[in-house]
């Protein structure tokens, strides 16, 4: 698995992006949007500038409380497949974290 913490256009370094990175090693990514304001431009802008690069995109994740219409909005105007939700966890540990990921995703979606 690889992280690339803070969205695709954070910088590793002042001449590489993030998607500078996933370009070069060509592995599928997995977009992890958030649910509230503002994700559907953010979101957009991530899948374009990784498919500008040439990066496949497995598909987005998206964590926070249901909001049905910005994920199918997402799913739509990005030509991506909508991979489930993680809803905010009242308490987060190993066994609270496995069963809402169990819950909200489906294991063949990821292989």
């Known amino acids: 698995m690889i992280e690339g913490a803070g969205g695709a256009l954070v910088p590793v370094t002042r001449q590489v ?6 370009a ?7 977009v992890v949007c958030a649910t509230g ?5 953010h979101s957009l802008t991530a899948l374009e ?10 598909g987005v994740a998206f964590v926070g ?3 049905d219409d910005n994920m199918a909005t997402i799913g739509d105007l990005g ?11 009242d308490r987060l540990n190993r066994d ?12 063949e979606d990821f292989a």
Not at 24 to 30: M, T
Not at 51 to 56: E, N, S
């Open 17 to 22: 992006l993030f998607a500078d990175v996933f």
């Open 24 to 30: 070069r090693w060509q592995v599928p990514v997995i």
């Open 37 to 41: 304001l503002g994700t559907i431009s």
């Open 49 to 58: 500038s990784l498919r500008a690069r040439g990066v496949p995109v497995h």
């Open 65 to 67: 409380p249901a909001n």
């Open 79 to 89: 030509r991506v497949r909508v991979l489930g939700r993680l809803p905010v966890l």
């Open 96 to 107: 609270s974290l496995s069963a809402a990921m169990q819950a909200a995703f489906r294991a």
